[in-house]
């Protein structure tokens, strides 16, 4: 079996067989740094923690203290939204994520009827569940006859769709957690009982691949960290925004008017 050296930020080089997971190393380290990874980040770009190294690398492991494990906990949340959602609507078809998750997360479902504010509701509810779950995530590798296969016994036509973007020759992995599975490069977290709060924002409409003849969908929003206090500090954050808006607050001080039969880029402005 070959060897390669894995360079630790702190300079110390760790010897270790070639296929090594990141995690694994992050046990080698020691079991704090093991129970509180998120990721890994080599040679400067995120990875899962279940992907194997191959080579010599450079690697450090993402917890809560880095800014990148927000986005780790929102991408993994992201997920479980898509189950809590396939829960409750079975017969939803889902389609793609978010590509960044700085803030916060999303998905699209083709459903029958646009979701309800009580349909938010309880979709959150569910999700709360699922974290309460404490499932691991699982990285896979599959073919892509395994993938189409899954993803035709399941009837999502529109996942079908997405797995014929991905170029002949590029691995393809599916992340599963509980008997919710899709494609996904990750990376995400070790287990939904490290996602510690989260909150559905808002739900619209959208098409499928932004295409006006293609099929409506429905937008879900959230977020998530990873305790209760960092989304509470979070969503008063965005109210406090809210709050300073300044066509709102010059509305309210009688600085100027929104005219509706004015162009949506213009106002009527008076002098105080």
Request: charged share 30%; hydrophobic share 40%.
């Amino acid at each position: 079996m070959s060897v390669i050296s894995v360079r630790l930020p702190d300079g110390k080089c760790l010897e270790l067989p070639s296929g090594t997971t990141v995690l694994a190393v992050a046990e080698k380290i020691g079991p704090g740094l093991a129970k509180a990874a998120l990721a890994g980040r080599v040679d400067g770009k995120l990875v899962d923690l279940r992907k194997p190294l191959l080579e010599d690398t450079a690697l450090e492991i993402v917890t809560t203290k880095d800014p990148a494990g927000g986005e780790v906990t929102r991408h993994s949340a992201e997920h479980v939204m898509a189950d809590a959602v396939k829960r409750l609507f079975p017969k939803a078809q889902v389609d793609a994520g978010r590509s960044d998750h700085s803030e916060k997360f999303q998905y699209d479902f083709l459903v029958e009827n646009a979701f309800t504010p009580e349909d938010i509701a309880k979709i959150e509810q569910e999700m709360n569940a699922i974290l309460a779950e404490k499932v691991a995530f699982e990285r896979q590798v599959v073919t892509r006859a395994e993938a189409e296969q899954l993803f035709r016994s399941l009837g999502e036509e529109l996942k079908l769709s997405r797995l014929a973007d991905i170029p002949d020759g590029a691995e393809i992995t599916l992340f599963r957690h509980g008997p919710f599975a899709d494609l996904c490069r990750g990376p995400h977290v070790q287990s939904t009982s490290q996602i510690g709060a989260i909150k559905l924002l808002e739900s619209s409409g959208t098409y499928f691949r932004g295409d006006e003849k293609g099929p409506n969908l429905q937008r879900i929003y959230g977020t998530a960290f990873a305790s209760k206090k960092e989304l509470a500090e979070h969503l008063e954050r965005i109210e406090e925004a809210k709050r300073r808006d300044h066509r709102r607050v010059g509305a309210e001080l009688g600085l100027f008017h929104l005219d509706q039969l004015a162009p949506a880029r213009r106002s009527t402005c008076r002098r105080a």
